[in-house]
């Protein structure tokens, strides 16, 4: 049996290009993992089956989970995989938890039946399925081109304190890239100043880097991710949308404000999600 802890990913950056001729974005981001993660447990087995034991997925193969085993497995000509997923990290968030999962899928498949395959390999095989689950494979901190599958390992900073909100609401992908295209401008790309602070540990830069091309794209379009930037902003902390929404990551000043503005967030907004994480380093296998 192999126990997998899937983190979920925050974009300290997200810098999105003109629309491609195949219909697909450049992007340059700075990805880091965070310790808000689901927990997969892979068992070897003749067929391939998920349970979903917490939280809410799709069991079949709407999930990437079941995509990635299968991809895994049949190229490798092996019979099947038993899978539990117990979630933690809210769905349509922008935060990879699908993709999160298929990598851990993947690495802990190689690691089940012992097949040898690197990071790069499982990279590789990932891309095909999603463009965060490269970076999903390694984890850390990674500066992420093309359309998520080009990266650039950094030092990955540990143990930032976080607070991760997600309203009630979701966009979808296909929206949330459109309303890129219909900006007359974009945001200045910050990511080269974003990888100089994590290179020299630089709150201060950190913080005046943070930029995400998504917000001013979809704030006018979405009332309540905008009401919801808003009542975070009103709290004085740095505060950026992840990904396309609708997850927002606060960045705190120590541990200890963690628990008093998650109580204070829950009461105002009960239908809120709300709960503290940190930055982590790279994903790394757990056996059992």
């Known amino acids: 049996m192999i126990q997998e802890t899937a983190y979920a990913k925050i974009n300290l950056t997200l810098s999105v ?7 697909y974005h450049d992007i340059d981001s700075v990805m880091h993992s965070i310790s808000l993660s689901d927990t ?6 003749d067929t391939t089956t998920l349970t979903v034991v917490k939280g809410s997925a799709p069991e079949g193969r709407d999930n990437l989970m079941v995509k990635a085993a299968e991809l895994f497995l049949r190229k490798k000509q092996l019979p099947g995989v038993s899978m539990t997923l117990a979630k933690e990290i809210p769905s349509q968030a922008g935060m990879g ?3 999160s999962d298929a990598a851990a899928v993947l690495r802990g498949l190689a690691a089940l039946y012992e097949t040898g395959d690197s990071p790069s390999d499982l990279a590789a095989m990932g891309a095909s399925l999603g463009a965060d689950i490269p970076f999903c494979v390694a984890g850390g901190a990674a500066r992420c081109e093309g359309i998520g599958d080009k990266l650039t390992a950094l030092p990955p900073w540990e143990g930032l304190p976080l607070l991760i909100i ?5 966009e979808s992908t296909a929206r949330a890239y459109a309303a890129i295209d219909a900006l007359p401008k974009r945001l200045k790309d910050n990511t080269g100043s974003c990888i100089r602070a994590l290179e020299t540990r630089n709150l201060p830069l950190l913080l005046s880097s943070l930029a995400n091309d998504f917000e001013p794209a979809l704030f006018p379009l979405d009332p309540i991710l905008r009401e919801t930037a808003c009542a975070l902003h009103a709290l004085s902390r740095p505060v950026l949308m992840t990904g396309s929404g609708s997850a927002f990551f606060m960045i705190l000043e120590n541990e200890g404000e963690g628990a008093s503005l998650r109580r204070e967030l829950q009461k105002a907004h009960p239908l809120w999600f709300v709960e503290e994480a940190e930055t982590t380093g790279p994903a790394l296998p757990e056996k059992g």
């Open 97 to 99: 938890g699908g993709s």
């Open 166 to 170: 997600r309203p009630q609401t979701s």
């Open 40 to 45: 997969i447990t892979l068992e070897k087995a």
């Open 17 to 23: 290009g003109q629309k491609r001729t195949d219909g």
